[in-house]
């Protein structure tokens, strides 16, 4: 099973502090492999900032494909500002074919309208992981947005974060996702490690997504760009996520409502009864089933928790304003922020999303119970 | 030993053991009490007297000579019309097991002889294809045990509803909420529908206890179980009554009855649960609709508005078949206004290699609530044995491309599709209809299977019965008259209803719990699916398993 642990924090602090909190979860768990995302982006060697410029995150495993992707990204007239070094000890390394982690900072293209950038960054992305899947798979691209980075490895998390110095400061986030598992069900294929990412919405999740055939069929029939892959059955997830807040633009409380609908006996007391229903038949091929936690960011730093309608994957959100921490286990909490009072740690129902706002103060819980404001509701 | 000219023959003669039901009659245990014979519904049996010469020779007194004994028994007619049909009511009836009929295994001689006085053979019933069907083969083999938590199928919450009627994509039913406009109706109903069988064809007690045990699965046990009728119509007092929110209206290319529903809708105190447009059926492709003359009695008559005791064939088409898209505008589109746009109105066709091209009509028709596909296997109160037995397409490939066809053009969730046709065939139903819900079906609909486990139909697919088109169906399922419909308790019959629905839903718990499926039906969900057969697997698009 995957271990999940996120941080967020005022202070940007190292993701070494989240690969810990997952050593501390090593019971009952699968520590086949390291998938890292990290907002909030502070460099020792280099001033970033976010609102000019963007990061790719990825691995070129061969020379020839590092050189492919330079001229590629300048084709594409993306110039580099920042290409952070990671201290890298192969030794330590499961694989063999890893030539160069990729953290490079580019100049954000200025004349663009908002939505033209983010739909140009992410076909970037499908074009650079497509070129790399031309190539024999010689280049893995993870992301390519604001702010993100993301790392991706096969083997035991703190022996990857080890492998890459993770621990020496040089590169800090406000918020750390991780997730400590390859697909080992099926093969190992890095584009199948959680958190999964889209257009700078990014989940992971532990457990299996039993109807994943049926959602994948239904998102590739959209035939919405990046809406690909599907190497793991929780890619669905994050593209949900995307579908629900990108596509139909509706507020965040509303994945609940998408992903793991009230009964009709519920939804008939419900203030927006009517509405719901109508969506929950509209939407119906994304009702996920299965174990399942979903941890997922989004741009504006926000962190959120949601559970399966059966809650059969626990999860713990706990922590003090300023720091939070979600853990598939309550001692990842704990690794994560010992300070605070565990008294206050939740562990959200079937009914919960539980969010961490971006100012941190406290923890938001909205229940799929509650009514919301929304003018198609009205 | 008699000359050739002398024995009475003629081409149709046949003797008993030329009959595919073959009577035995024990002669020591009859007490003649001639029940059998007054119960057999085609007069196959008959009592009569028997003379034996017994051969006596008196050796002392060197005399030859004869005795006679008499004997009483019951014999088998040897006619076409007579012939037995294996239904076995002679031996339900017999108070001391002394007669049954039992299967000619060996070929029988009647197949030839079907067509006296040159007509073709008409019969009801089922398609004869006895033995396993594709979908009794289909495993579900993807099973969450290791890999997660299974789920309790005794004690978790499932969620077994489907959805009947036209699905907006997400985008344009936000956009319409925004703007008030139109959202299609849409009901939540069990997926396994009990399908069109016309007042007509099914007597009125077995009608009124499929109704009575629809409205107790609604009512009482929480199962939002719905019903199709046939063609022709629907009872006055139905219409009228809160249960024709279970009720599936059918309209075929006769219109029977509808001058009944039409003028009922201002009366009516709920919407039906759907309407149903028939252009076809599994059982006779390309044929209309068959009520016998030996079925409509007077209150029939009635109801479809038409004199007693006469043939009553549909036409193949309906009267306003010019297009495809003609007949689906017209059609779909006044049955739609006529209940002002609150009922699901889809059509139902049968099986074949252009359902296809009616579905893709039909994705771009706002107004169609689903497609009904009824396979070759599907039943039928009559038709003709050639449309039964050959014609058509069988269900799991058929509705397996139409599914497909959706998934390219990402619509698998806007256009229901509806399976039927050999649902439950060999008993396995829940397991057949899962499969088929697997393979892209939104729900199942099944005739035979409820006329056989809720009403004790006796017909088989080795040709047993299949009398249904004559009117003298010896449970009173299918008959109009009195005297044998008498013989079904319409309570009875809503009991099993209450039974069958009740063990189907278990045994899709039982189906989906090891798939660690829960929260909705899980439509398309091929991965879970596996058959012994390579060439099956790769025209289904599932797992070749062995």
């Known amino acids: 099973m995957c271990r999940l642990a996120l941080k967020s924090s005022d202070t940007p602090f190292s993701p070494y502090e989240v690969l810990q909190a997952m050593e501390a979860m090593q019971e009952g768990y699968d520590g086949s492999g390291l998938g890292l995302l990290m907002r909030g982006v502070q460099f020792t060697d280099f001033n970033y900032e976010k609102d000019k410029q963007v990061i790719l995150s990825g691995i070129a495993h061969t020379e020839e494909a590092l050189s492919r992707l330079n001229g590629l990204m300048e084709a594409r007239g993306f110039i580099q500002k920042y290409d952070h070094e990671f201290k890298v000890h192969p030794e330590m390394i499961e694989a063999s074919d890893r030539f160069k982690y990729i953290v490079r900072v580019y100049k954000k293209p200025e004349g663009m309208s908002e939505a033209d950038l983010e739909e140009s960054l992410m076909q970037t992305r499908l074009f650079l992981r497509k070129d790399g899947e031309d190539h024999g798979g010689d280049l893995t691209v993870f992301s390519f947005w604001s702010d993100v980075v993301m790392i991706k490895e096969v083997g035991w998390p703190l022996a990857v974060g080890d492998a890459l110095s993770l621990n020496d400061n040089r590169i800090m986030a406000r918020v750390v996702m991780a997730q400590g598992r390859q697909n080992t069900n099926y093969g190992i294929n890095l584009y199948a490690c959680h958190p999964f990412f889209i257009q700078g919405i990014s989940t992971m999740t532990n457990g299996e997504n039993t109807a994943f055939v049926p959602i994948k069929e239904w998102l ?30 509706l507020p965040l409380q509303v994945y609940k409502h998408v992903i793991t609908p009230l009964k009709s006996e519920e939804l008939n007391n419900h203030p927006q009864g009517d509405f719901l229903q109508g969506l929950r038949v509209a939407c119906r091929r994304l009702i996920i089933d299965g174990p399942n936690a979903v941890i997922g960011t989004l741009p504006d730093e926000t962190s959120m928790l949601v559970m399966d309608a059966k809650k059969m994957r626990p999860a713990t959100v706990g922590g003090k304003p300023g720091t939070w921490a979600i853990a598939s286990e309550m001692c990842g909490v704990m690794a994560m922020v010992p300070d605070r009072d565990p008294a206050f740690d939740f562990q959200p129902m079937r009914e919960h999303t539980v969010i961490i706002p971006p100012d941190r103060k406290e923890l938001l819980i909205w229940t799929q119970f509650d009514p919301f404001t929304l003018p198609q509701a009205a | 030993m008699d000359s050739v000219r002398s024995v009475y023959t ?43 010469r017994v051969p006596k020779l008196d050796v002392l007194k060197k005399k030859r000579g004869n005795e006679y004994r008499h004997f009483v028994g019951i014999r088998q007619h040897t006619s076409i019309a007579k012939k037995c049909i294996g239904c076995g009511m002679c031996s339900s009836v017999c108070p001391n097991e002394a007669i049954g009929p039992v299967p000619n295994t060996n070929e029988h001689r009647t197949v030839f002889h079907q067509n006296q006085k040159g007509e073709a053979w008409k019969r009801g ?36 509803n489907t959805i009947l009627g036209r699905v907006l994509p997400p985008e344009e039913f936000l956009r319409r909420k925004s703007a008030g406009e139109w959202i299609p109706p849409t009901r939540e109903i069990f997926p396994f529908i009990i399908g069109s069988m016309s007042f007509g064809a099914l007597s009125p007690n077995m009608w009124l206890g499929l109704l009575q045990g629809v409205a107790y699965c609604n009512e009482v046990l929480g199962i939002p179980v719905v019903m199709a009728t046939g063609e022709g119509g629907c009872p006055p007092w139905v219409l009228k009554s809160p249960f024709l929110k279970y009720i599936i209206l059918q309209i075929a290319s006769g219109y029977f009855g509808w001058d009944e529903i039409i003028r009922a809708i201002p009366e009516m105190q709920c919407d039906p649960a759907a309407i149903e447009i028939k252009y076809g059926q599994g059982a006779k492709p390309g044929d209309g609709g068959l009520l016998m003359w030996f079925k409509v009695s007077k209150l029939i008559a009635r109801l479809r508005g038409v004199p007693e005791g006469v043939d009553l064939p549909s036409p193949p088409v309906h009267q306003t078949l ?3 898209e003609e007949s689906v505008m017209k059609m779909i589109q006044t049955l739609s206004m006529a209940f002002g746009f609150r009922v699901p109105v889809y059509p139902k066709i049968s099986g074949s290699t252009s359902s296809k091209a009616v579905l893709n009509n039909l994705v771009r028709n706002p107004y169609a609530g689903g497609l009904l596909i009824d396979g070759i296997d599907g039943g039928t109160g009559a038709a003709y044995n050639v449309s039964m037995d050959a014609t058509g397409h069988p269900i799991a490939s058929n509705l397996r491309e139409c599914y497909l066809d ?12 509806f399976a039927a046709g050999g649902i439950g065939k060999n008993g396995n139903v829940t397991q057949n209809g899962m499969a088929l819900i697997m393979l892209g079906a939104s729900g199942v609909h099944m005739g035979k299977y409820i006329m056989q486990a809720c009403a004790g139909c006796l017909g088989n697919e080795k040709g047993r019965c299949n009398v249904c088109n004559i009117g003298i169906c010896p449970k009173g399922i299918t008959s109009q008259n009195p005297k044998l419909y008498r013989r079904l308790d319409p309570d009875d019959v809503a009991q099993r209803v209450a039974d069958v629905f009740m063990a189907i839903r278990t045994e899709m718990k039982k189906i989906m719990a090891p798939l660690g499926r829960s929260q909705s039906l899980p439509i398309g969900m091929s991965d879970a699916l596996g058959i012994d057969d390579a060439d099956v697997a790769d025209r289904l698009n599932i797992k070749y398993i062995c």
């Open chain 1, 220 to 249: 590739e029939g959209k035939n919405i760009p990046g809406y690909t892959g599907y190497q793991s059955d929780s890619e669905v997830f994050t593209h949900i996520l995307h579908y629900v807040i990108k596509k139909l633009k």
């Open chain 2, 10 to 52: 003629t081409p149709s003669s046949l003797t008993y053991c030329d009959l595919p039901w073959i009577i035995q009659h024990r002669e020591d245990r009859c007490t003649l009490c001639g029940r059998c014979t007054a119960v057999c519904p085609v007069n196959a049996i008959y009592l009569t007297y028997r003379r034996q």
């Open chain 2, 125 to 160: 019933g089922r398609r004869n294809k006895s033995g396993a069907t594709i979908l009794d083969r289909i495993a579900f083999d993807r099973i969450s045990m290791l890999t997660d938590p299974a789920l309790d199928a005794g004690r978790h919450e499932f969620s077994l």
């Open chain 2, 322 to 324: 010019y297009s495809i």
């Open chain 2, 406 to 417: 959706l998934v390219a053009q990402g619509r698998q969730n806007e256009i229901p599709l």
